[in-house]
């Protein structure tokens, strides 16, 4: 049973465009959902996240959107940089801290 | 401040052979999270620690995982007896207490490969 769905498996987007990652969820008790980036043999690192009280919440570059009717988030990156290329995760809270992470995308920012 | 230490790195192991992860918590974190990642799929939680109490294991395959977090700080995760379908990378993360929307540190994690 997949509650946090990522559909698209990778994703190329040209150095100074903007990289759009999307993330759909089913569990409407979610409250707090989270994005964490992965590089090659390295944990996931925190990235942005946003209370479900909230429909966007923005830290540079980063901005995440949240559509609660729709239960889609999204994250936007502008400009995307060349470091970006990563595999970036959504995750969703369920109560006590609990995350539940999608499968991934695969960012390629190409220079 | 050191980040989250995990080892092995790496592990190869045989069907039905047993192995140990070892997972040391940032300084002063409270809360210690097993996950597990397969090829292609996103972290799953195994189990998380408050101290050494555990708060959720409701998806740690009890009958051959095992994990313990003697006097609160290290830990370590073991499966007896390894199957094929154990083959994934096992993370560890730490957060200071167990406080709502407290953001996970996560180690490097341990890639176990069952043949």
């Known amino acids: 049973d997949q509650q946090v769905k990522q559909n698209s498996p990778s994703l190329s987007v040209q150095e100074g465009r903007i990289s759009i990652l999307n993330c759909d969820y089913t569990n409407s008790m979610f409250d707090y959902f989270l994005w964490y980036k992965k590089y090659p043999a390295e944990g996931p690192t925190f990235l942005i996240s946003i209370s479900s009280i909230k429909d966007k919440n923005e830290d540079g570059r980063f901005t995440v959107f949240l559509n609660k009717s729709a239960k889609h988030l999204s994250l936007h990156i502008v400009p995307s940089q060349p470091g970006d290329s990563a595999v970036y995760f959504c995750a969703a809270k369920l109560n006590g801290n609990k995350l539940v992470f999608g499968a991934g995308t695969i960012l390629r920012v190409k220079s | 401040e050191a980040g989250v230490a995990q080892s092995p790195r790496y592990k190869i192991i045989e069907k039905r052979q047993s192995v140990a992860f070892w997972c040391n918590p940032i300084s002063g974190h409270a809360t210690l999270y097993w996950y597990q990642q397969i090829l292609g799929q996103g972290p799953k939680l195994l189990i998380q620690?408050?101290?050494?109490?555990?708060?959720?294991d409701s998806q740690l395959p009890k009958d051959r995982f095992s994990a313990e977090r003697l006097k609160g700080v290290d830990s370590t995760l073991k499966i007896q007896p390894a199957k094929l379908e154990d083959s994934a990378v096992y993370l560890c993360?730490?957060?200071?207490?167990?406080?709502?929307?407290?953001?996970?540190?996560f180690g490097s994690g341990t890639q176990l490969s069952v043949l």
């Open positions: 993360a730490s957060s200071p207490r167990i406080r709502e929307n407290e953001k996970l540190f």
């Open positions: 620690f408050q101290n050494n109490g555990v708060v959720d």
